[in-house]
């Protein structure tokens, strides 16, 4: 209509049907068509005003379009119709078209064709703007392959990026992995970087940190959550599917997707770093700034660093979580090493955290167990009271304990123990244990003197001295020898000699 309009006028100031065309860019035959439908209406009276839209497409008909090739969908309009209205997919579409109807056209032709058949209402939006040092973004992106100078192969990269949400200041690092060890240790290297904590974290409802996308009530993974706690700092996760509520962290793993790694090629993973970081400084923060029009590293100098907290006086050093089965023996496996839990547990799963010095083991948010953390495979951190008591008592019972315990009973209580632990000491330690607990039922004198029978008489097992104690013989006197039938040595281990001499039996001349 304005073209129209701006003709009319052009005509009734008497310019050249080819000045016009010329100046409107639109054919001769098109402003002298229009020159005599304009004539016939009498637009062309310069005494008379202007006409409206309205008048004009009145006398003048709507304004034509460029002209336009039919679709080569056109002849299937109905049936592709009635696959919109079912919700066929558009790729579903061509395949049925080219192979139930014989189509030859193009898939691109059909997006074409079925986008205005499929309307979407825009929506209004909102920028979210935040105040220095309020909010930080942060995210993963996929990085390609890189070579990993450990193993010397190559293995696919993620890259992860936090955003300052004021001044578009970033940080930025590729790993190999998205666990929580790494993902607590890119952000802990981030703030270090920054030289200060922000407020507030938004996060994509990323599995290392997210545990349940929701939006009223979000589980983090605990791990996070105490990473959070010791930095003063409160996790926002997104609505599910909603990455636009980070845009500002969107954008910078693309910018760093298509401005440092597009075409670029590097020795390792860790030269990548190294010229990552220098491309921060160097490009990414000097650059203008689409929204804020300020080179962002300027921006965080002058305003935003000086708004950030503090570090905390110690850095997190949670190194690594994970679930591990607790087994029969009352231990957990962790890194090749084993850590022991109450035996209510044996069977169940736990959490364990794994920190730079102590582990520690979680049914659910209860602490069961904490370990100093070993820093070889092999070693074993056992605590008695978490084996069932009777087993605890065994073990608390050692070969040590057992001696200085018989010490005080007495002599004879003493040999016997040293003589059962000289040979075997773990096979005899439960026959001591059982000898030894039968002062809680004889006493210590009694105990004694059953001992000293059991020596006389050459038999020191457990089975006979309980035998002698049933039968009240530790009361009894022992036999009269010409000498004694036994001899404790130094060594612990007892001589047994024969209580009669051998000339009571054999003459002189047949002993020689």
Not at 110 to 133: C, D, E, M, Q
Not at 214 to 226: F, T
Not at 343 to 370: H, K, N, S
Request: aromatic share 8%; hydrophobic share 40%.
């Amino acid at each position: 209509m304005h073209y129209l309009r701006d003709l009319i006028y052009r005509l009734r100031r008497g310019q050249s049907e080819r000045g016009i065309a010329s100046d409107l860019k639109i054919s001769r035959v098109t402003v002298r068509k229009y020159h005599a439908l304009a004539d016939v209406a009498g637009f062309c009276d310069p005494t008379s005003p202007l006409p409206d839209g309205g008048a004009l497409v009145a006398a003048l008909g709507p304004v034509a379009g460029p002209p336009k090739t039919p679709s080569s969908v056109e002849p299937y309009r109905t049936l592709v119709e009635d696959f919109v209205a079912d919700g066929v997919e558009m790729m579903t579409i061509f395949d049925r078209l080219v192979k139930d109807h014989g189509y030859t056209g193009s898939y691109s032709s059909i997006r074409r064709f079925v986008h205005p058949l499929r309307p979407i209402t825009p929506t209004a939006i909102v920028r979210v703007h935040t105040a220095p040092g309020e909010e930080v973004q942060v995210d993963f992106g996929a990085a390609g392959p890189f070579l990993d100078p450990i193993t010397d192969t190559l293995r696919p990269a993620s890259v992860f990026v936090m955003t300052l949400a004021f001044s578009r200041h970033q940080y930025a690092e590729l790993v190999f992995d998205q666990q929580i060890a790494t993902w607590i240790a890119c952000h802990r290297r981030a703030f270090e970087s920054f030289g200060g904590v922000p407020q507030r974290i938004v996060l994509d409802n990323l599995k290392a940190a997210v545990l349940v996308a929701s939006l009223h009530d979000p589980v983090l993974g605990e791990a996070y959550r105490r990473f959070a706690q010791h930095y003063d700092l409160v996790i926002s996760p997104n609505r599910p599917r909603t990455p636009e509520h980070k845009g500002k962290v969107e954008s910078g793993v693309h910018f760093i997707k298509r401005s440092f790694l597009a075409g670029q090629e590097f020795a390792d993973i860790h030269e990548a770093n190294r010229r990552l970081a220098l491309w921060i400084r160097e490009r990414a923060g000097t650059r203008d700034h689409g929204t804020t029009h300020r080179a962002p590293l300027a921006l965080f100098t002058a305003e935003e660093q000086a708004a950030l907290r503090p570090l905390p006086a110690k850095p997190f050093d949670l190194t690594e979580t994970k679930q591990v089965k607790i087994h029969p023996d009352c231990h957990a496996v962790i890194a090749g090493s084993y850590y022991s839990v109450p035996y209510r547990y044996v069977g169940q799963t736990l959490d364990a955290f794994v920190f730079e010095r102590v582990v520690q083991l979680f049914a659910g948010t209860d602490l069961v167990a904490t370990h100093p953390r070993a820093l070889t495979k092999g070693i074993w951190r056992t605590r008695d009271e978490h084996y069932p008591p009777d087993k605890a008592a065994f073990l608390q019972k050692t070969p040590q304990v057992c001696r200085a315990k018989a010490e005080q009973i007495g002599p004879s209580t003493s040999a016997v123990v040293v003589h059962l632990l000289a040979d075997r000491p773990l096979d005899r330690l439960r026959s001591v244990q059982a000898l030894l607990r039968l002062v809680d039922s004889v006493g210590p004198k009694r105990l004694e003197g059953a001992c000293a029978r059991a020596l006389h008489f050459g038999d020191v097992r457990y089975r006979r001295i309980k035998e002698i104690l049933n039968a009240a013989l530790d009361q009894e006197p022992l036999p009269e020898t010409s000498g004694s039938s036994t001899d404790a040595r130094a060594d612990g281990q007892i001589v047994f000699v024969f209580a009669r001499a051998a000339t009571e039996f054999f003459d002189a001349e047949a002993l020689g």
